[in-house]
């Protein structure tokens, strides 16, 4: 390995516990030194360190559970029911291999996009198990990705009826037993976590996945990590909205995403939303507030009450008052954790909001507004344990902005809880009141100036198009669906214009995978470019091989002897994982270790992270992001952009821009979303990131938000993000592919560049000889203007001046 891969891991490997939760303790865990272990279950050699599709990685290695327990000098026991396991498991995947060819036929669709994502739920399997030692250890893996949804099926979102009797006899066979969960979001628990002592989410964390659970087995890493998503029985999630049908989709939920509509709705689910257990004890003691102008900065001390080293989060609540508007009975207002406590110690903790960043969304006046009454403050170290201590009042409505409503009729009215919630206070907690005055108070203006870069007057309206479409290969094929369409780095996924080099114009390089870099592995370079040296299959298709061996593109060998070179990239965790440390500086060190690898590999923009909202626990990208509340996901994203964009010249890009929240025919499906909804849930974490770090790119999604494209939407990309949120950067579309292929209905026809162009977008990647068209005949009819064009160089060249500078 190179030197930066050893610092690199190293980096990762201090913090990885961080990452892991977990939801039940007895005590016996952790064993202190290493010996004989008994490992069952389908991850124990088939570990999950990621999703598929866009969030894989091209890694050196990867250490699964079985490779971590032994290297940390343990002894496996159970090598013959593993071995058997295998077996079982290969015979199944033949099997679905062979229905999958089936049912792509009948869909009449293509096989590389009807198979994208498609995960093998886990077979049925009757197998021996017998005590062998003392410890035992079950793993549950789970894996899902880019094109697919999860299902609501034995061996995905369910559990087994194999995986629950080996569990519940593991229960009754070992002195010691855990159930560890390598998956990227929930599983049902019910028919066995009232019966186990011991539960882990490992999550999915990237190179080091197993040694990291081999760590926390031992006592040499302590979890503390903490559920960013609500993990229920199935049948309690809501049911509100829907999910699933691939033409339109009705957000009906409104507000209630997650632990909102739990709380809401006095459901109580197996694990909250912000629960966390740890091998040592905390306690939170005097929790305090101060308000300058409208800055609450809330203060507690934790203090390690326990015999194990550990840290823990400061988790601080708002529960707004009631009025015209309905309200959750709280919301996440901020939160921080404490640096490693040794027992014993305690540290001052403070976490900071500002209170209009709680204003909710009248679609009556068009406005945000701060309603009159008692604005409550908890905090904890636990979801499940919060106490008042502090109130803000109000006493009269503030209106913090005047708006637009740009999103239209959903159909239909929000849901509104039956009863609305009235807190139980202590009269005597600390008081404070704010008056209208404390606020400023904005109007928008929805004409966004962009300066202008004067050298493209030179271009012809001909040439000056080019700059809106993604470089393109006239017979790119199926290439750029696994990475191959950019030309000056093998398997990045595209570039922006590069037939103006004779005039000094350089090319914008973006590579995707959200979990840290894809890139081809092996490449070799000749007079044309960069290319990828065999196959650059990402892992879902890989698994899938004898399905897509013939789809795929192969890259042929040197033709004149040039040198074979590796690019080999750091797999971070996934997003909800490092959501689940509560650690932003954590998240600013993967986005260090990523800007890193963008200086190495000539990379100039990463298309991610990914903050879409885990609105339902079967979206097949959940893993990829970051959580059911929109102030954890715009934190996290505003972190990792830090940590990228402190590398001079690179940049994120911020996706999916939005209400991207189901992968069942992504390219079409209509999302019916009311404008509080949009606002509140699915932009506010977007809003977050684009104030607090300024990302250099935001990518928007494939779907439709009541009606039209996200990347054709005017009053998405124009009013909201520019003219509100002030954003001056690069927005590109999502990878526009397959055309009739794709895009088969007529009422919703394929993305137009013009029309993207015209919507306050820039570039429409990966770009076609058919767009470059279509964006021409916007111009000609004078439904897109030349000077949108030269906004969208503009920024194109925006971005290609801080390339050249650093």
């Given at each position: 390995?190179?030197?930066?891969?050893?610092?690199?891991?190293?980096?990762?490997?201090?913090?990885?516990?961080?990452?892991?939760?977990?939801?039940?303790?007895?005590?016996?865990?952790?064993?202190?030194?290493?010996?004989?272990?008994?490992?069952?279950?389908?991850?124990?050699?088939?570990?999950?360190?990621?999703?598929?599709?866009?969030?894989?990685?091209?890694?050196?290695?990867?250490?699964?559970?079985?490779?971590?327990?032994?290297?940390?000098?343990?002894?496996?026991?159970?090598?013959?029911?593993?071995?058997?396991?295998?077996?079982?498991?290969?015979?199944?995947?033949?099997?679905?291999?062979?229905?999958?060819?089936?049912?792509?036929?009948?869909?009449?669709?293509?096989?590389?996009?009807?198979?994208?994502?498609?995960?093998?739920?886990?077979?049925?399997?009757?197998?021996?198990?017998?005590?062998?030692?003392?410890?035992?250890?079950?793993?549950?893996?789970?894996?899902?990705?880019?094109?697919?949804?999860?299902?609501?099926?034995?061996?995905?979102?369910?559990?087994?009826?194999?995986?629950?009797?080996?569990?519940?006899?593991?229960?009754?066979?070992?002195?010691?037993?855990?159930?560890?969960?390598?998956?990227?979001?929930?599983?049902?628990?019910?028919?066995?976590?009232?019966?186990?002592?011991?539960?882990?989410?490992?999550?999915?964390?990237?190179?080091?996945?197993?040694?990291?659970?081999?760590?926390?087995?031992?006592?040499?890493?302590?979890?503390?990590?903490?559920?960013?998503?609500?993990?229920?029985?199935?049948?309690?999630?809501?049911?509100?909205?829907?999910?699933?049908?691939?033409?339109?989709?009705?957000?009906?939920?409104?507000?209630?995403?997650?632990?909102?509509?739990?709380?809401?709705?006095?459901?109580?689910?197996?694990?909250?939303?912000?629960?966390?257990?740890?091998?040592?004890?905390?306690?939170?003691?005097?929790?305090?507030?101060?308000?300058?102008?409208?800055?609450?900065?809330?203060?507690?001390?934790?203090?390690?009450?326990?015999?194990?080293?550990?840290?823990?989060?400061?988790?601080?609540?708002?529960?707004?008052?009631?009025g015209k508007l309905d309200k959750p009975v709280k919301q996440l207002a901020a939160f921080n954790k404490s640096t490693e406590l040794a027992p014993g110690a305690e540290a001052t903790v403070s976490a900071s909001f500002k209170l209009e960043d709680f204003a909710s969304y009248d679609e009556e006046t068009a406005s945000y507004i701060l309603e009159s009454g008692d604005y409550i403050l908890r905090a904890g170290h636990q979801s499940t344990d919060l106490k008042p201590f502090?109130?803000?009042?109000?006493?009269?409505t503030v209106t913090i902005s005047c708006n637009k409503n740009v999103f239209g009729d959903p159909g239909f009215k929000d849901f509104t809880p039956p009863a609305k919630h009235v807190p139980e206070l202590n009269t005597d907690i600390k008081t404070v009141t704010l008056l209208p005055e404390n606020f400023s108070h904005k109007t928008y203006i929805y004409e966004f100036c962009t300066k202008l870069n004067d050298s493209l007057k030179d271009f012809s309206d001909e040439d000056?198009?080019?700059?809106?479409?993604?470089?393109?290969?006239?017979?790119?094929?199926?290439?750029?669906?696994?990475?191959?369409?950019?030309?000056?780095?093998?398997?990045?996924?595209?570039?922006?214009?590069?037939?103006?080099?004779?005039?000094?114009?350089?090319?914008?390089?973006?590579?995707?995978?959200?979990?840290?870099?894809?890139?081809?592995?092996?490449?070799?370079?000749?007079?044309?470019?960069?290319?990828?040296?065999?196959?650059?299959?990402?892992?879902g298709m890989l698994d899938l091989l004898p399905f897509f061996v013939k789809y795929i593109i192969p890259k042929g060998k040197p033709k004149n002897g040039e040198p074979i070179r590796d690019q080999y990239c750091t797999a971070i965790p996934i997003g909800t994982a490092i959501a689940q440390s509560f650690n932003p500086s954590f998240a600013k060190e993967c986005g260090d270790i990523v800007g890193d690898e963008m200086e190495r590999f000539n990379i100039d923009l990463w298309?991610?992270?990914?903050?879409?909202?885990?609105?339902?626990?079967?979206?097949?990208?959940?893993?990829?992001?970051?959580?059911?509340?929109?102030?954890?996901?715009?934190?996290?994203?505003?972190?990792?952009?830090?940590?990228?964009?402190?590398?001079?010249?690179?940049?994120?890009?911020?996706?999916?821009?939005?209400?991207?929240?189901?992968?069942?025919?992504?390219?079409?499906?209509?999302?019916?979303?009311?404008?509080?909804?949009?606002?509140?849930?699915?932009?506010?974490?977007?809003?977050?990131?684009?104030?607090?770090?300024?990302?250099?790119?935001?990518?928007?999604?494939?779907?439709?938000?009541?009606?039209?494209?996200?990347?054709?939407?005017?009053?998405?990309?124009?009013?909201?993000?520019?003219?509100?949120?002030?954003?001056?950067?690069?927005?590109?579309?999502?990878?526009?592919?397959?055309?009739?292929?794709?895009?088969?209905?007529?009422?919703?026809?394929?993305?137009?560049?013009?029309?993207?162009?015209?919507?306050?977008?820039?570039?429409?990647?990966?770009?076609?000889?058919?767009?470059?068209?279509?964006?021409?005949?916007?111009?000609?009819?004078?439904?897109?203007?030349?000077?949108?064009?030269?906004?969208?160089?503009?920024?194109?060249?925006?971005?290609?001046?801080?390339?050249?500078?650093?």
């Amino acid at each position: 390995m190179y030197d930066y891969e050893v610092s690199h891991l190293e980096v990762l490997r201090k913090s990885l516990a961080e990452c892991t939760v977990l939801l039940k303790k007895n005590g016996s865990f952790p064993v202190g030194t290493p010996g004989n272990i008994a490992l069952y279950g389908n991850g124990v050699r088939k570990t999950v360190k990621g999703g598929t599709g866009s969030g894989e990685v091209n890694s050196r290695f990867f250490i699964n559970i079985e490779e971590g327990f032994e290297k940390a000098g343990f002894t496996v026991t159970t090598k013959e029911w593993l071995d058997a396991y295998d077996r079982v498991r290969a015979e199944a995947k033949k099997q679905f291999i062979k229905d999958l060819k089936v049912r792509a036929r009948k869909a009449h669709v293509n096989p590389v996009f009807f198979g994208m994502g498609a995960v093998m739920p886990e077979p049925e399997f009757d197998l021996t198990i017998k005590r062998e030692c003392d410890t035992a250890i079950y793993v549950v893996a789970r894996i899902s990705g880019e094109g697919n949804d999860r299902t609501l099926s034995k061996g995905d979102i369910y559990l087994s009826d194999s995986e629950i009797r080996d569990i519940l006899k593991l229960r009754e066979l070992y002195d010691k037993f855990m159930l560890v969960l390598n998956t990227g979001g929930p599983v049902d628990l019910s028919p066995v976590y009232d019966k186990l002592d011991n539960i882990l989410v490992l999550s999915q964390l990237g190179v080091e996945t197993g040694a990291c659970l081999a760590d926390i087995v031992l006592g040499n890493a302590n979890p503390s990590g903490k559920l960013t998503t609500t993990w229920a029985k199935e049948s309690d999630y809501s049911k509100l909205g829907d999910f699933g049908d691939p033409r339109e989709t009705y957000y009906k939920e409104g507000i209630y995403v997650g632990y909102k509509y739990f709380d809401s709705c006095l459901v109580k689910p197996t694990f909250p939303f912000g629960f966390g257990l740890s091998y040592t004890e905390f306690e939170v003691k005097n929790p305090d507030f101060l308000v300058e102008d409208t800055c609450v900065t809330v203060t507690a001390t934790i203090k390690n009450t326990g015999i194990y080293p550990g840290k823990e989060a400061l988790l601080v609540y708002i529960s707004c008052p009631n009025g015209k508007l309905d309200k959750p009975v709280k919301q996440l207002a901020a939160f921080n954790k404490s640096t490693e406590l040794a027992p014993g110690a305690e540290a001052t903790v403070s976490a900071s909001f500002k209170l209009e960043d709680f204003a909710s969304y009248d679609e009556e006046t068009a406005s945000y507004i701060l309603e009159s009454g008692d604005y409550i403050l908890r905090a904890g170290h636990q979801s499940t344990d919060l106490k008042p201590f502090g109130r803000i009042t109000l006493p009269q409505t503030v209106t913090i902005s005047c708006n637009k409503n740009v999103f239209g009729d959903p159909g239909f009215k929000d849901f509104t809880p039956p009863a609305k919630h009235v807190p139980e206070l202590n009269t005597d907690i600390k008081t404070v009141t704010l008056l209208p005055e404390n606020f400023s108070h904005k109007t928008y203006i929805y004409e966004f100036c962009t300066k202008l870069n004067d050298s493209l007057k030179d271009f012809s309206d001909e040439d000056l198009a080019y700059f809106a479409i993604g470089h393109f290969k006239d017979k790119a094929g199926l290439g750029s669906l696994i990475g191959n369409q950019a030309m000056t780095v093998a398997g990045a996924a595209g570039e922006t214009v590069g037939r103006f080099r004779n005039r000094g114009i350089d090319t914008i390089v973006m590579a995707d995978g959200p979990a840290g870099l894809r890139l081809s592995p092996q490449y070799y370079e000749d007079a044309e470019g960069a290319h990828t040296y065999g196959l650059n299959v990402i892992e879902g298709m890989l698994d899938l091989l004898p399905f897509f061996v013939k789809y795929i593109i192969p890259k042929g060998k040197p033709k004149n002897g040039e040198p074979i070179r590796d690019q080999y990239c750091t797999a971070i965790p996934i997003g909800t994982a490092i959501a689940q440390s509560f650690n932003p500086s954590f998240a600013k060190e993967c986005g260090d270790i990523v800007g890193d690898e963008m200086e190495r590999f000539n990379i100039d923009l990463w298309l991610a992270p990914a903050l879409n909202i885990h609105r339902d626990i079967r979206c097949g990208r959940n893993f990829e992001y970051f959580s059911e509340d929109p102030i954890v996901s715009g934190v996290f994203a505003a972190a990792i952009t830090k940590g990228v964009q402190a590398h001079a010249g690179k940049g994120v890009t911020i996706k999916h821009f939005a209400a991207n929240n189901q992968e069942t025919d992504r390219y079409n499906n209509n999302a019916h979303v009311s404008e509080r909804a949009m606002r509140e849930i699915y932009l506010k974490g977007f809003e977050i990131c684009v104030r607090e770090a300024n990302p250099l790119s935001i990518m928007t999604s494939y779907n439709l938000i009541n009606g039209t494209h996200t990347s054709e939407h005017r009053g998405l990309t124009h009013d909201i993000l520019r003219c509100e949120w002030g954003y001056d950067n690069l927005v590109m579309t999502d990878w526009v592919l397959g055309g009739a292929m794709l895009y088969s209905d007529e009422t919703r026809p394929i993305p137009n560049a013009g029309k993207v162009t015209a919507a306050g977008g820039d570039v429409f990647m990966p770009g076609c000889l058919d767009d470059y068209k279509r964006l021409m005949n916007e111009l000609r009819t004078g439904n897109l203007k030349r000077k949108q064009l030269e906004r969208a160089a503009s920024h194109v060249l925006k971005l290609l001046a801080l390339k050249k500078k650093a």
